[in-house]
Every structure is written in C-alpha cells, then in structure tokens.
C-alpha cells in the first residue's frame, strides 16, 4: 500500500511530505513504548516482557512514578529475572529505593545505592531502580545497561541521609518526604501544612532505639534559614514535640519515650553549609588560566591583523608613488584661522 502510494506522490512534493507525515505517525506509538529491556542481554536471550506497575497509590505518583517492566531471559543454563522501575528524576529514585529494599540483602560495593545477595542485586542509578534475581550482573554490564536505558536523568541525589546520626540507627528504617502523601503514610503526626510544601520541602525521616523504646527523627529541609526559622514556631506547636532548627533545616522527634536520649539525637544533627561544582574537573585556578590564555590569544591575533593591515596599507602607498616616478607630497589643507 505504501509503495502504491508512494509510486502515486512521487512527482507531488506535497505528496510525499505527507507520506512521509504518514509513516511518522505509523512509528511514533512503537518508538514511544519501546521496552526498557532488549532483546538479549550479554548472551542471554529474553524469552519473556510484562509490565511491573505497583498498585497505584498517592506515594508512587509522588514519587514521580512512569514505568515498570520485568523480563526474563534465559540462556547457557542461565536463568535471570530482571526489574526495572522508572521515575521521573533520582530524587524520586532515591525515595522509593529507600522505601523499596528488599529483606534479607546486604550493602554491595557496585554503586553506593545498592544490595545484593549470593545471586541478586538490588540498586538505583539516576531516574531507575533496578532488581535482577538469578544472576547479578558485572560492573561492566551495568555500565554497558546504563548507556542504552531510554529517557535517564542523572541530578545530584539528596543530601539529608548525610545528617541523620548513625548511632543507634535501625537499618533500613529510613524513609524519603516529598510531599504531602509521603508525609502522611510514614509520619502522619506532622500535618502538611506544617511543613508547607509549597516551599519545595522535603525531609528524611528514620527511626532509632533507645534504652526505653523507639523514636524516630525527621529532618526537614527548606531553601532559606530565614524560611525555616519562620516554620518552627508552627512545629514547635505539635504535642509532645522536641524540635530544633539548624540553619535551613529544622529537626524534630515526636512523643520520644526518653526526653534524655532524644535530647542527645537531636544535638547530633548540625547544619554544614557545603559548595557543590556542576563540573568536579574543574576549578578557580583553572578557569582564571583557561581565561587569560584566551586573552592572550585574542590579543596575539589582533596584533597580527594590525600589523598585516600596517604592511599593506604602507606598501600599497611606497607601490603608487615609485609608479609615478617619485615621492609627492600630499596636498596640506590651510584654515586661515588668522584672516577670520
């Protein structure tokens, strides 16, 4: 049918840009759902492709969910299971990796979010979260995964993990805040207005044990200190609330079963003002001599240009007074300033 149509357009211009448009068209819905997972993955064939979505929930949309899909591939008496979740940025990522962690596995040295077990691995990289079962794959072949994953996003992920106190911390407690749904399944105490999310708040809650019991600790994180300081006056209004604010950020236990100890976590948690580089290659020194060699340059260049058009200016003029038959003087223009 298309080479019919074609074969008819083919001396219309009109014509063949819409046949063009029509095949677009024809492609667009194939190209856009595109699976995560090829074919073959490093010599194992996949013999299966379903979709994993979770239950909807507020907390997965949250979080930025868009896509989840499982495969199976088989191959050398080689059986693996691979699960890959998508979100919409690693902030995302992170917040679900944290509610996500399977029971049972251990911290693995292939990335800094990730666990494993004797043969499955568990981990996030950028807008992904990643399970394989059966076979865990090589740091090369994560590598090689990772540059042909469609629609990846890779911003710097949260800092507040790195001011919870470690000390007393129960593994794999903590749990990621974005918004209001988030809030509400894993710290229902705090109201969200309280928080005011419109400020783009996010907070990191865990829990610890104490001699007489668990508490947990939630840090929320605002962009300005001037912002937090003026939020702690409205958490400071929760019942049997500890609350604490460090620069942008303001801490806070509920109901703690040990003022003491809570006391003690709280003083744990203090504000470190750091300077992150869109680009860790590169420094100060290095962009000041990067910018005078460039000046240098330009100057060098102007030079050169100033003197080439020197010489042929000169030139020309010593050229047309040797054709005349020697030198002439240019005309001198009078004013006659003193006849006036």
């Known amino acids: 049918m298309l080479r019919r149509l074609a074969h008819r357009t083919s001396d219309r211009p009109a014509g063949r840009q819409a046949l063009l448009l029509t095949v677009f068209l024809a492609l667009v819905p ?48 080689v059986k693996l299971k691979a699960t890959a979740y998508r979100f919409h940025d690693s902030t995302g990522a992170f917040a679900a990796y944290q509610w996500m962690r399977p029971e049972g596995y251990q911290p693995a040295d292939v990335l800094p979010l990730a666990l494993e077990t004797a043969d499955s691995l568990f981990l996030a990289h950028g807008n992904y979260i990643l399970h394989f079962e059966g076979k865990k794959p090589s740091i090369e072949e ?61 907070a990191q809650l865990a829990r610890y044990n104490s001699p007489t019991g668990d508490l947990s600790l939630i840090v929320f994180s605002y962009p ?4 937090a300081r003026e939020r702690l006056a409205e958490f400071r209004m929760i019942p049997r609330a500890l609350v604490k604010r460090a620069g942008p950020m303001i ?15 709280l003083a744990k948690v203090n504000y470190r003002a750091t300077i992150v580089w869109d680009d860790p290659q590169t420094s100060v020194a290095g962009d000041l001599a990067d910018l005078l060699l460039t000046i240098g340059a330009l100057v060098g260049l102007l030079l050169l240009v100033a003197l080439g058009i020197g010489f042929f200016l000169g030139g020309s003029r010593f050229l047309f007074r040797g054709r005349k038959g020697g030198p002439e003087e240019d005309p001198m223009i009078l004013l006659h300033l003193d006849d006036r």
Do not use: C
């Open 30 to 77: 194939g190209l856009l759902s595109a699976a995560i997972w090829t074919e073959e993955f490093y010599g194992l064939n996949r013999t299966s492709l379903q979709s994993a979505a979770p239950k909807p929930s507020p907390v997965w949309e949250e979080y930025g969910f868009e896509e989840a899909e499982a495969a199976e591939y088989a191959g050398n008496g």
């Open 251 to 265: 801490v806070v236990t509920l109901d703690p079963p040990d003022q003491d100890h809570a006391q003690q976590l």
């Open 224 to 227: 300005t200190p001037h912002i």
């Open 142 to 202: 994560l590598k090689g995964l990772f540059l042909v994953l469609p629609m990846t996003e890779n911003s710097a992920l949260p800092e507040l993990a790195g001011y919870l106190p470690t000390e007393g911390l129960i593994p794999r407690s903590e749990r990621f805040v974005v918004g209001p749904a988030s809030l509400a399944h894993f710290e229902p105490r705090i109201k969200p207005s309280i928080a005011s999310f419109q400020y783009g708040t996010e």
